[in-house]
């Protein structure tokens, strides 16, 4: 069983990788690889991607969109487990309101915010209104159109997360829970110091998706801002690299698909440490 597995890692996964930096380390050998153009050119590609305005503004816009839409997927998605792993009055309905959102296919869900942003009868422009607010053209502004795309990627990944960690929860021993609770802990000690612990390695395992999912974004980018928003205010890393692939870009296309593994790499490592040294502290 171990052969064929490292055959499909090696042709699916450190072969394309490989070819992918060896590409990003030269010019014109991805489209020429034996002609006589292809040039050994060493980081230059990274160093153009870095002096690039575009791509500078590109890679502050994947900062803040993941530094924004990760944790606040995450923590809305724990509290709705919660919520919904208590004993309630129509809980079947809530939870089937709450999971409607991952059953609509991305191109769906986008179609549907458009309407809500809509500048003119836009359900958005409305509640600005009822509040006494100017009304916005929230996907053709620079200002408002990273944040409006960034609302709707909470609404439709938080419902996701959702059922991860109902599962996890529904899965905790209630023995512990029960013993917690004839010792006298309150609600918030359980939560602290049972819940959060025995939830550690779904805790561990939704963030990891939930980063990569976020550096995957490109769906909703297309259908809400067609091509990366005004003056590129949504255009995020996965979106720039699809752009840099259809313009023929092959060798800085490939130097930003390096640097998008990295950061997923680091980010990875980064949860599993700190898992790792929470499950150390409680031990």
Same mark, same amino acid.
């Given at each position: 069983?171990?052969? &064929?597995?490292?055959?499909?890692?090696?042709?699916?996964?450190?072969?394309?990788?490989?070819?992918?930096?060896?590409?990003?380390?030269?010019?014109?050998?991805?489209?020429?690889?034996?002609?006589?153009?292809?040039?050994?050119?060493?980081?230059?590609?990274?160093?153009?991607?870095?002096?690039?305005?575009?791509?500078?503004?590109?890679?502050?816009?994947?900062?803040?969109?993941?530094?924004?839409?990760? &944790?606040?997927?995450?923590?809305?998605?724990?509290?709705?487990?919660?919520?919904?792993?208590?004993?309630?009055?129509?809980?079947?309905?809530?939870?089937?309101?709450?999971?409607?959102?991952?059953?609509?296919?991305?191109?769906?869900?986008?179609?549907?915010?458009?309407?809500?942003?809509?500048?003119?009868?836009?359900?958005?422009?409305?509640?600005?209104?009822?509040?006494?607010? &100017? /009304?916005?053209?929230?996907?053709?502004?620079?200002?408002?159109?990273?944040?409006?795309?960034?609302?709707?990627?909470?609404?439709? #990944?938080?419902?996701?997360?959702?059922?991860?960690?109902?599962?996890?929860?529904?899965?905790?021993?209630?023995?512990?829970?029960?013993?917690?609770?004839?010792?006298?802990?309150? /609600?918030?000690?359980?939560?602290?110091?049972?819940?959060?612990?025995?939830? /550690?390695?779904?805790?561990?395992?939704?963030?990891?998706?939930?980063?990569?999912?976020?550096?995957?974004?490109?769906?909703?980018?297309?259908?809400?801002?067609?091509?990366?928003?005004?003056?590129?205010?949504?255009?995020?890393?996965?979106?720039?690299?699809?752009?840099?692939? #259809?313009?023929?870009?092959?060798?800085?296309?490939?130097?930003? #698909?390096?640097?998008?593994?990295?950061?997923?790499?680091?980010?990875?490592?980064?949860?599993?440490?700190?898992?790792?040294?929470?499950?150390?502290?409680?031990?």
């Amino acid at each position: 069983m171990v052969l &064929p597995t490292l055959v499909v890692v090696v042709l699916f996964t450190l072969l394309p990788l490989g070819l992918a930096l060896y590409s990003s380390l030269t010019i014109d050998k991805w489209t020429d690889p034996f002609g006589e153009n292809g040039t050994f050119v060493g980081w230059e590609n990274y160093r153009t991607l870095f002096a690039d305005p575009v791509f500078q503004k590109v890679l502050q816009n994947t900062g803040l969109f993941i530094g924004v839409t990760v &944790p606040i997927s995450l923590a809305l998605a724990f509290g709705l487990a919660l919520l919904l792993n208590q004993q309630m009055a129509g809980l079947g309905l809530l939870r089937l309101g709450f999971f409607y959102p991952t059953v609509l296919p991305m191109v769906g869900a986008g179609t549907i915010w458009l309407f809500i942003y809509n500048r003119n009868f836009g359900l958005a422009n409305d509640l600005v209104s009822w509040l006494g607010l &100017p /009304r916005q053209n929230w996907l053709g502004t620079p200002q408002w159109a990273l944040w409006a795309v960034m609302v709707m990627s909470i609404w439709k #990944s938080t419902s996701y997360y959702l059922i991860f960690f109902l599962a996890g929860l529904q899965s905790l021993p209630t023995e512990v829970m029960e013993a917690g609770q004839l010792d006298g802990a309150n /609600r918030w000690q359980r939560f602290c110091y049972l819940t959060l612990p025995l939830m /550690r390695n779904t805790i561990f395992f939704v963030t990891v998706i939930a980063l990569a999912a976020a550096f995957q974004t490109y769906d909703q980018i297309a259908v809400l801002t067609k091509d990366g928003g005004p003056n590129h205010a949504t255009n995020l890393l996965l979106f720039n690299v699809r752009i840099a692939f #259809s313009n023929g870009d092959y060798d800085l296309a490939n130097a930003q #698909s390096i640097l998008l593994v990295l950061m997923v790499l680091f980010l990875t490592l980064l949860a599993y440490g700190l898992a790792e040294a929470g499950q150390t502290k409680v031990d």
